[in-house]
T-cell receptor, first 112, second 113 residues
Framework: RKEVEQDPGPFNVPEGATVAFNCTYSNSASQSFFWYRQDCRKEPKLLMSVYSSGNEDGRFTAQLNRASQYISLLIRDSKLSDSATYLCVVSETTSGTYKYIFGTGTRLKVLA | GAGVSQSPRYKVAKRGQDVALRCDPISGHVSLFWYQQALGQGPEFLTYFQNEAQLDKSGLPSDRFFAERPEGSVSTLKIQRTQQEDSAVYLC???????????FGSGTRLTVV
């Protein structure tokens, strides 16, 4: 079982739709949580950090449930430019290393 | 520099050949990470440096993989006797310290034929 699990998709949604991605992680000692966005043949880029209280950045809302070890990302009013792979990331500390563990990624395609 | 720079962008190697991939982190970034990303997968951790010290190499898949950062800035990932399963994008990331502010380079796409 992978440490960070995501539905690989693809999710094909029409413009303007609301779409939600989920992610589960296995290490209860994980400390920090993020969503990264990766465009085709590009490097991952930080989309947002995820906090237990939930946080919002424009059309994007991220939520963390530590008890269930579950992270979510909600995208409202989808744009064509949101088409990308969304990577769920947890950060673990081992011997002083802050190591990022990535999920497989969820592919989103927003259709005109 | 302004970002993390990796070279070469693309590398085609014949099976059995040795390759060296270079990463120039952001100036002043203490932490440097190497990741391997196979097609359709998320990045997988390979190794981590804090300055010149390699603190974690648990993700290196075999003893054919070797990384160094001798002066605490530029890092090189070397793969000896490349195999087809080594074909992947190799990503380098750096951060000032701690778990925040990871910046990735554009990666080196290695194809072993």
């Amino acid at each position: 079982r992978k440490e960070v699990e995501q539905d690989p998709g693809p999710f094909n949604v029409p413009e303007g739709a609301t779409v939600a991605f989920n992610c589960t992680y296995s290490n209860s000692a994980s400390q920090s949580f993020f969503w990264y966005r990766q465009d085709c043949r590009k490097e991952p880029k930080l989309l947002m950090s995820v906090y237990s209280s939930g946080n919002e950045d424009g059309r994007f809302t991220a939520q963390l449930n530590r008890a269930s070890q579950y992270i979510s990302l909600l995208i409202r009013d989808s744009k064509l430019s949101d088409s990308a792979t969304y990577l769920c990331v947890v950060s673990e500390t081992t011997s002083g290393t802050y190591k990022y563990i990535f999920g497989t990624g969820t592919r989103l395609k927003v259709l005109a | 520099g302004a970002g993390v720079s990796q070279s070469p962008r693309y590398k085609v190697a014949k099976r059995g050949q040795d390759v060296a991939l270079r990463c120039d982190p952001i100036s002043g970034h203490v932490s440097l990470f190497w990741y391997q990303q196979a097609l359709g997968q998320g990045p997988e951790f390979l190794t981590y440096f804090q300055n010149e010290a390699q603190l974690d190499k648990s993700g290196l898949p075999s003893d054919r993989f070797f990384a160094e950062r001798p002066e605490g800035s530029v890092s090189t990932l070397k793969i000896q006797r490349t195999q087809q399963e080594d074909s992947a994008v190799y990503l380098c990331a750096s951060s000032r310290t701690g778990p925040y502010g990871y910046t990735f380079g554009s990666g080196t796409r290695l194809t072993v034929v």
